[in-house]
Structures are given as C-alpha cells and as structure tokens.
C-alpha cells in the first residue's frame, strides 16, 4: 500500500504505510541499502507554521535522544539512521518480525522467556533513565526470539516510580485485554523479567506505586459512572 495523502512530502509518496496514527505516520522503505522506518511528524493544518513546525522539531529531537540513549545503555530498540528535525522526521532501523500480541496469540515456542525478556527489556530502560509511555504488547516486536521495544513517541526522561509504574500498569492492562486467561502468568513473567534488570528493591518499590496508580484509575472511573448515571 502506498499512501497518497496530501500531507505527506512528495519524496516520501513511493513509501509504503505501515502505520497511520493521529501525529505521524509510519512509513517503509529503503536507506543506503538497508531497509528502514520512516517516521514522519505530519502538520497541524489548524495550528500556526512556525509553533507547528517549532513541536514537531523538539519531539522529533527529544525521541532520537531517547533512542540514543536507550541503545548505549544495550537495550534493543530500533537503530537509529539519520533524524532531520525540521522535517520531523526520524529513520530508523526496521525491526522485522511479529509483535508480542502476535507472538502468544500464536502459541509459538518459548513464549514465556520472550515475555521474561520484555520484562527485562524494559527494566533496561528504566535504568538507563528513560519510561516508554506506551508499552503494550503491540510495542514490543519478536526478532529471532529477542524482545525490542519500538515506538518511543511518548517515551520520555525519567526516573520517577511513579512514571514507571505507569510502564508496568499499560503492559498489564494490555495482556488483560487481548489474553484474558493468560494475563496472570503473562504479567508475572514480565515482572520476573524486569525485576532481574532493575534489582528486587526497585522492582518492589514501582510495583507499590503501581497498585496506587491502579486505585486511582478505578476510583475514576467509578466516578465518571456516578456522574453519567
């Protein structure tokens, strides 16, 4: 599938779309002879030029830093190619293979390490400084049994347990959605696995803040339902 729509450059029309999103676009081709992700910051026809084209720089930059600094502390993330802030674009190395949804939906071999992995993955991260703000199963791709996290458009700078709390509550509240019955194990393999990135005192500590993140997302949702009812 090869996009057309008109915000997209007319040097980026030969890409394919992998992914259209409500800031970006996902795009695949060709870099130097390796086969990369093209990620592209679209305008914000409502939103004036400059200011537009002044976020769309600082996110880019902000997201390839955080790459940056996630692969120097090892932990598998896409290789970063080239980034033109102002263009709000960022290439990327293509990790090819199914995503983490995909991979237990699939039943296939050695699941549960992989998951273990993730868990370990991300605990990678946080120690190197870093929170994901997306991590679900579906942001969390299989390359020859190896787990690499990918879309870091919401990941930031941190080391608060709160902000790593929030890392472990999506995960959790991605495996309860699409594996119901599996969601249990699934979550207790991930944290084993994070726990031995991040040692048991961490681990401790944003699971606690966990349940407090939790609490606080049910008592609002309770209320939306007394306000609606």
Do not use: C
């Amino acid at each position: 599938m090869v996009w057309e729509a008109p915000l997209i450059p007319q040097w980026a029309r030969g890409l394919r779309l992998v992914k259209q999103g409500a800031e970006s676009v996902i795009l695949l081709g060709d870099f130097l002879g390796l086969k990369a992700i093209y990620k592209l910051r679209l305008p914000k026809p409502y939103m004036h030029p400059s200011l537009d084209q002044s976020l769309r720089s600082q996110r880019t930059l902000k997201e390839a830093k955080v790459l940056s600094q996630a692969a120097r502390a090892g932990a598998n993330v896409p290789s970063l190619y080239a980034i033109y802030p102002s263009m709000g674009l960022i290439v990327m190395e293509y990790v090819e293979g199914p995503t983490l949804k995909e991979y237990v939906s699939g039943g296939q071999p050695g699941w549960r390490e992989v998951v273990r992995e993730a868990g370990a993955q991300l605990g990678v991260l946080h120690r190197a400084g870093v929170v994901h703000g997306d991590s679900t199963t579906s942001n969390i791709v299989v390359r020859e049994g190896r787990a690499y996290l990918i879309d870091f458009g919401l990941a930031d700078f941190s080391t608060r347990d709160e902000d790593r709390a929030v890392d472990l509550h999506l995960f959790r509240e991605a495996v309860i959605s699409t594996h119901p019955s599996l969601s249990e194990e699934l979550f207790s393999l991930f944290v084993e696995g994070y726990r031995s990135s991040v040692g048991d005192d961490v681990a401790r500590s944003v699971l606690e803040r966990m349940r407090s993140v939790e609490m606080r997302g049910r008592y609002i949702a309770a209320r939306r339902s007394v306000w609606r009812g």
